[in-house]
C-alpha cells in the first residue's frame, strides 16, 4: 500500500507543481495565449492565481507530511482537496467542450492516494 501511495502521490504532485507553477508566474494573458488555456478567459487573475495556491499547497501536503512523519493523515487529505479541484476542472473544461482526460487521469490518482494514504495513516 505504502508502495502505491508514494507513486500516485507523487505523480499527481508533480503535475500539481507544475500547474501551480505556470498560474502563479505567468499571467491571465500569458496562460491563455503562451499555453492555449482557453478557461482563464472566465476566471479573473485573482482567481487563478488562488486555484495555483491550492495546488501548490496540495502539492506540498502530499509529501512534506508523511516524508518527515508529523501528521502524516494530511496527505490524504490533500488528495482529496486535489481531487476535488480536479473535478472543478473538468467540469470547466466540458462547459467549453473540450474533453478532459487529463482531469479524470488526475482525479484517478488522487483517489488512489486518498484511499492508500487513508489505509496506511488511519
Given at each position: 500500500m505504502l508502495i502505491a501511495y508514494w507513486i500516485a502521490a507523487g505523480l499527481l504532485a508533480l503535475v500539481s507543481l507544475y500547474a501551480a507553477g505556470l498560474k502563479l508566474l505567468r499571467t491571465k494573458e500569458q496562460l491563455e495565449r503562451a499555453n492555449g488555456m482557453a478557461w482563464t478567459k472566465g476566471f479573473s487573475q485573482g482567481a487563478i492565481r488562488l486555484i495555483g495556491v491550492a495546488e501548490l499547497l496540495g502539492a506540498i501536503g502530499l509529501i512534506v507530511?508523511?516524508?518527515?512523519?508529523?501528521?502524516?493523515?494530511?496527505?490524504?487529505v490533500a488528495a482529496l482537496g486535489l481531487g476535488v479541484l480536479q473535478i472543478g476542472a473538468a467540469v470547466t473544461h466540458a462547459r467549453l467542450g473540450?474533453?478532459?482526460v487529463i482531469n479524470v487521469v488526475l482525479v484517478v490518482l488522487?483517489?488512489?492516494?486518498?484511499?492508500?494514504?487513508?489505509?496506511?495513516?488511519?
Open positions: 507530511p508523511p516524508l518527515v512523519a508529523i501528521a502524516p493523515i494530511l496527505a490524504p473540450e474533453k478532459p488522487a483517489a488512489v492516494a486518498a484511499v492508500t494514504g487513508f489505509l496506511v495513516w488511519a
